[in-house]
């Protein structure tokens, strides 16, 4: 399975039999003809739209018969909303979500095990990459980064949680084992970052290179990156957790917000390093992606339409490449790995298994 992107500017997608016929018109800034590209609809599970290409109602109606979600980004990549078949008729897995957030204590063990696997695959990128560096104090200074990061697990594992719940259910994370996981969390991501930036060999253009993490905008071209497989990332974990038949609105780490899809970013979290910042690396180490590949106005970084293409392909080839999962043992592509601990989730909250484990990367 795969996802289809639309990149092209004013591209048409219709239904033609058992397969999407995607137009594409003559772009005479780009250099490019009119063309049409023949699509199975067998072996899409997922549309992303970017930008202002249309489809008709019935591709749309075809796709949801098939399952597969269509998701709308703007024309840079952030994410607008999204159309999903509806949703999975297992009640008794919505139940067991909502009676576990309830639970004080049952959702401290989960927002745990959602940063223990986040921090793991922190600590494990930092030292498998710090083997290649020809520069011994340079690998030293990333050693330390990932040694904070194991301090911090540690922290994780013997947290303290209160009886009652929080002092002020207002506000859960004011003094309380919520907001120590937050803090961990975020002291976590600062050590990560910081030897993240020395793993990368060029930098992009910018003096200083990569400074660490800035979300809101992007100010450099390995934020701008980083933000954009973050959605790409979140489009697909949002599609797991509802094909399980989960409400994704209800999590465990992240707090309930309107419109906040709180437990697929709670599942995101073990995901995001071996599958973003892995991606993000090896496309500035072997310069895949260069400074060129970027535009700049007013210190917002942003992708060009070529650069685009070439990071959403290095996506797909990552969501299908194989690994041995970490829990079941079998071999299974990053894409499935994600439906899998959707899968995990539900039978611990049902009772089916006594823990949830994370996605950890060994």
Known sequence: MTTLYLTEPRSIVKKDGEALIVKIPENKQAGTEKRSVRVPLMKVDQVVVMGDSTITTPALL????????????????????????????????????????????????????????????????????????????????????AETIGHMITSVETLEVEEDGPLDPARPQLKSALGTLHGLEGASAAAFFRGYGRLLKHDMGIEGGFAGRKRRPPTDPVNALLSFGYVLLMNHV????????????????????YGKPSLALDLMEEMRTPIVDSIVMTVINKQILQAKHFEEKFGVYQLTATGRKIFLQQFEQRLNQEIQHPVFGYKATYRRCLELQARLLGKFLTGEVPIYKPFQVR
């Open 238 to 257: 949002l599609s797991a957790v509802q094909i399980v038949g989960f409400d994704p609105y209800i999590g465990y780490l992240h707090s309930e917000g």
């Open 62 to 145: 075809a796709l949801v018969e098939k399952n597969a979600d269509v998701c709308f980004c703007n024309f840079w990549g952030k994410f607008q909303g999204r159309l999903s078949p509806s949703v999975s008729k297992n009640v008794f897995v919505r139940t067991a979500q909502f009676r576990a957030h309830e639970d004080y204590r049952k959702r401290i063990e989960l927002a745990a095990r959602f940063v223990r696997g986040k921090l793991h695959n922190q600590r494990t990128l930092l030292l498998r990459s710090r083997r290649s560096l020809d520069d011994a104090e340079l690998a030293q200074a990333v050693e330390d980064c």
